[in-house]
């Protein structure tokens, strides 16, 4: 069942809205790494495959 993000994966709505990984974690003050860890686990909570699974997902939930 694809279980909705929680708070922590709602942050990466920076990267839905087209901001790099590395534009993101500048933005929230964390690192890169922590960017692409919250995306790997929005990837698997959604069924996504890439960026673009996500933002769709986004944009049909009115995420964005």
Excluded: C, F, M
């Amino acid at each position: 069942a694809v279980r909705p993000p929680g708070p922590t994966e709602v942050k990466v709505r920076l990267v839905a809205a087209g901001q790099s990984n590395g534009e993101a974690a500048a933005t929230l003050a964390v690192s890169r790494r922590t960017i692409e860890r919250h995306l790997e686990n929005l990837y698997r909570k959604i069924d996504a495959r890439n960026r673009a699974d996500a933002a769709a997902y986004a944009t049909r939930h009115n995420l964005t």
